[in-house]
DNA sequence: AAGAGAACGGGCACGAGTGC
DNA sequence: GCACTCGTGCCCGTTCTCTT
């Protein structure tokens, strides 16, 4: 997923002198993390997929406003939560950030088929398919405050300042969230831990 | 190779805000 | 007033980087 600065600069630099496309290129490596960040908001697989190409061509149109300020993960990171966000008033009809709200809707609409992403968390050590699935059930179940920071931090592995950027809160607020939403998934995730004690200590650190 | 300092991340205590 | 949720500030441990 890591490119060189140099490399992504200029790509970014080629693009927008007219070799569009390079664009693909570009966005290849963030293909995955669009489609997870979108799906951590909305919950649903098809709304993440129609949001993710929506973000993917957002952030075409306005790569020239990209000032190479935050690394272009970030920004693309941040258009994500914003298409997302966006889905998600959509969707709702309800106000924004309403995503920490129990969402009776979604978990009506939600269909539980596995998603290739949760096969690639560090969760090698985890080795029971129930667990898997209970852990994708119980991050999908978290409030979207929480289910957000432990999505952009632990799955995506963005840095806690990478993280604070994308969704506008401080470095300090991104800590506590993750602290809690991994306390409450070890709470959720308890009677399937039991047996699997190095892995629980691995995935969820002190927190177990 | 070893030590020093910086950077990063985790966790705790505390205070503010909110609903009952 | 109390319980609960949340964010801030701070401290501590670990890892990384630089210097000798």
New binding site residues.
């Given amino acids: 997923m890591e490119m060189t600065g140099t490399t992504e600069a200029g790509l970014i630099a080629r693009i927008l002198a007219g070799e569009k496309e390079l664009f693909h290129e570009l966005i290849r490596p963030y293909e995955r993390m669009v489609y997870v960040t979108l799906f951590s908001i909305v919950r649903n697989e098809t709304e993440a997929e129609d949001g993710a190409q929506e973000a993917i061509i957002s952030a075409y149109r306005h790569l020239a406003s990209f000032r190479g300020d935050a690394k272009f993960s970030t920004w693309l990171t941040t258009i994500a939560i914003n298409e997302g966000r966006k889905r998600l008033r959509r969707t709702k009809g309800a106000v924004e950030d309403s995503i920490?709200e129990k969402e009776e809707s979604h978990e009506g609409d939600y269909t539980p088929a596995p998603l290739t992403d949760w096969r690639e968390i560090p969760l090698e050590a985890l080795e029971r398919k129930e667990l898997r699935e209970a852990l994708r059930v119980a991050v999908t179940e978290l409030?979207g405050?929480?289910r957000q920071v432990f999505t952009l931090?632990d799955l995506e592995e963005l840095?806690?300042?990478e993280t604070a950027q994308a969704l506008g809160?401080?470095?300090?607020?991104v800590?506590?969230?993750?602290?809690?939403a991994?306390i409450m998934l070890q709470k959720r995730l308890v009677p399937y831990l039991k047996t699997t004690a190095p892995a629980r200590r691995r995935f969820f650190?002190?927190?177990l």
Avoid: Q, S
Avoid at 175 to 180: E, N, P, S
């Fill in positions: 920490e409030p405050i929480y931090r840095n806690i300042d809160i401080t470095t300090g607020a800590k506590v969230r993750l602290h809690r991994r650190g002190r927190a």
